[in-house]
T-cell receptor, first 113, second 114 residues
């Protein structure tokens, strides 16, 4: 199993551009999460999904959108990139809501200039 | 609402000594879990240890133990016999069973000195 994979690993955007961060897991996990980690800070939950077709907002959803059309994929969309969205983005997944089983992807570093 | 507080932005410890990383939490969920993650300079998040709010005994995983004091709402991580490879950021997190959300603290940077 590859676990949780994220693409791209690193991206620079101009203000106002849009992009999609990809996240895929091959563990048949129902739960998937997107976090952002700002410099020197802990992770903050952006969106999460408890199964295909179901998504919900986390702590910091503004400026982002998600979809969950399949169990494997949970893409995160930035429509109008802003400097405040410069961060490292982590995708995670878990089989259930027992979070000790949560697996993290390697992260995507995004810089908005 | 849930909140995690880690008051130590950074710490030094001598190799082979024990170190305690502080964590206090606040949650309105009657059932919750407490977690510690390690983030080395390479950036990945590594799960270390978990404590459920109804667990009677403190969790242990190898050199890691969680000093859980429910009345004080604290969940300190104890690392015994520190190794150079323990140098990393350490994050405490709380998960509420009713909210499905994992809330992280701001982290403690641990530097192990030879």
């Amino acid at each position: 199993n590859a676990g949780v994979t994220q693409t791209p690993k690193f991206r620079i955007l101009k203000i106002g551009q849009s992009m999609t961060l990809q996240c895929t897991q091959d563990m048949n996990h129902n739960y998937m999460y997107w976090y952002r980690q700002d410099p020197g800070m802990g992770l903050k939950l952006i969106y999460y999904s408890v199964g295909a077709g179901i998504t919900d907002k986390g702590e910091v959803p503004n400026g982002y959108n998600v979809s969950r059309s399949t169990t494997e994929d949970f893409p995160l969309r930035l429509e109008l990139a802003a400097p405040s969205q410069t961060s490292v983005y982590f995708c995670a997944s878990s089989y259930s809501n027992r979070v000790e089983t949560q697996y993290f992807g390697p992260g995507t570093r995004l810089l908005v200039l | 609402a849930q909140k995690i507080t880690q008051t130590q932005p950074g710490m030094f410890v001598q190799e082979k000594e024990a170190v305690t990383l502080d964590c206090t939490y606040d949650t309105s969920d009657p059932s919750y879990g407490l977690f510690w993650y390690k983030q080395p300079s390479s950036g990945e998040m590594i799960f270390l240890i978990y404590q459920g709010s109804y667990d009677q005994q403190n969790a242990t995983e190898g050199r890691y133990s969680l000093n859980f004091q429910k009345a004080r709402k604290s969940a300190n991580l104890v690392i015994s016999a520190s190794q150079l490879g323990d140098s990393a950021m350490y994050f405490c997190a709380v998960y509420g069973g009713a909210t499905n959300k994992l809330i992280f603290g701001t982290g403690t940077l641990l530097a192990v000195q030879p």
